[in-house]
């Protein structure tokens, strides 16, 4: 089984929209991690139902499937970053998150994609933790509740600093939610350290809705290509080879719009050697059985 690889528009936010799928599908990526946001396809954009309509066409003509990402800055707010989320306090800014991610979901309903990538939002200063704990579990659930009705997967990503900051936050808002899937960032295991990222797509395969392998340096968050931090490439895809992950597997790097050029084909071509190097060694380790 070969793993299937996408590319978050994030990193391609000096492409416009369609030059950035051409130049995913003419490098041979599977697919794309769509970033809603006021480069890429913006969710207030008049006509929304259209463009979707136009835009899972072109997914379609070109082979490429499709995850939705919901992490854009400065889309609700261009003065705060990633404001306001399921966390903050006030009942209306939560609200304004939630029908936010309601409208990615309707916007993954039309592309058919795989799942809707979400975070939980960072506590803001001064603010009771269980209550925001309280909020995230009703916001989540309103969310998942709805995605449900539509037939679309919802996935909650941990990310380091944010209230599920790691795998085991994750299951414990799971145990709240049913049918929340974990979105699972492999270098952000090299950030939070309770998990080693082999291991922690084996702990939680079977909850796997979206799941990315950008590189990182150990203990910083910093998304960076394939080489150039700290994770073992050939031990990560090797994992999600030896549980069939049947989903994208896509790369986070929002920092290298201005070398997307040469950054999308090498990545790709990075994680296939990888992937290669890994089933070589499971295939020498099965020999020596």
Not at 95 to 101: A, E, P, V, Y
Not at 115 to 143: Q, Y
Not at 162 to 175: F, K, N, Q
Request: hydrophobic share 40%; proline share 6%; aromatic share 6%.
């Amino acid at each position: 089984m070969s793993l299937r690889y996408a590319y978050n528009t994030n990193g391609l936010t000096s492409h416009r929209l369609d030059d950035a799928l051409a130049l995913l599908a003419d490098c041979g990526y599977d697919g794309v991690s769509l970033t809603l946001d006021v480069a890429h396809h913006d969710p207030y954009a008049p006509d929304l139902a259209g463009r979707t309509r136009r835009l899972a066409h072109r997914l379609d003509a070109l082979g490429l499937a499709s995850v939705v990402e919901t992490g854009a800055r400065f889309l609700l707010d261009p003065r705060r970053k990633h404001h306001p989320t399921l966390v903050s306090p006030d009942a209306g800014d939560r609200s304004r998150r939630r029908d936010f991610l309601r409208l990615c979901v309707d916007v993954a309903v039309g592309l058919g994609s795989e799942a809707v990538s979400f975070w939980a939002g960072v506590p803001e200063p001064g603010t009771d933790r269980d209550r925001c704990w309280h909020w995230l579990v009703e916001g989540v659930r309103d969310v998942v509740e709805y995605a449900d009705r539509h037939g679309v997967t919802c996935a909650l990503e941990p990310e380091p600093g944010m209230l599920v900051d790691d795998c085991d936050d994750w299951a414990r808002l799971a145990a709240d939610v049913p049918g929340l899937t974990l979105a699972l960032d492999t270098g952000h295991c090299l950030v939070s350290g309770r998990y080693d990222p082999a291991a922690a797509v084996r702990a939680f395969a079977a909850r796997l809705g979206a799941v990315a392998v950008e590189d990182m340096p150990r203990g910083r968050h910093e998304h960076r290509a394939p080489g150039e931090g700290d994770l073992d490439f050939p031990a990560v895809l090797g994992a999600l080879t030896e549980i069939a992950h049947p989903g994208l597997v896509s790369l986070e790097l929002s920092r290298d719009a201005h070398r997307a050029d040469t950054v999308v084909p090498a990545a790709l071509a990075a994680l296939r050697r990888a992937e290669q190097r890994s089933t070589r060694s499971a295939g020498l380790k099965a020999g020596v059985r």
